[in-house]
């Protein structure tokens, strides 16, 4: 499986983003479709996933914020970033979960800052 994450950059506190992640396959052999973040020092934390069945899921610090939404037909998955601040500043990783296996992609940066 290969997931290609792209749409990173540097955006101004307030601002907006979109981030996509095209799968080598379909979106839907997977249990789950998610967004994840890192920062330097931190683990790796769950920033959005949307289930197989369309169940959404975000994390506390970004709900009401960011939108996870996916087009089957197209193999992508989307992170709509809105209102971003300099905490949001991470690399972001598109993530497909099959059961409890997750498959990774590469991470995009993102950079919140004036």
């Known amino acids: 499986v290969q997931l290609q994450a792209s749409g990173g950059g540097l955006v101004q506190p307030g601002g907006s983003l979109e981030l996509s992640c095209l799968a080598s396959e379909s979106i839907f052999s997977f249990t789950a479709m998610a967004w994840y973040r890192k920062t330097p020092g931190n683990q790796r934390e769950l920033v959005a996933e949307?289930?197989?069945?369309?169940?959404?899921t975000y994390s506390g610090s970004v709900k009401g914020r960011f939108i996870i939404s996916r087009d089957g037909a197209k193999n992508s998955v989307y992170l709509q970033m809105n209102n971003v601040s300099p905490e949001d500043t991470a690399v972001y990783y598109c993530?497909?979960?099959?059961?409890?296996?997750?498959?990774w992609g590469q991470g995009t940066q993102v950079t919140v800052s004036s």
């Open positions: 949307i289930s197989i069945s369309g169940e959404l």
């Open positions: 993530s497909a979960r099959l059961l409890s296996f997750n498959y």
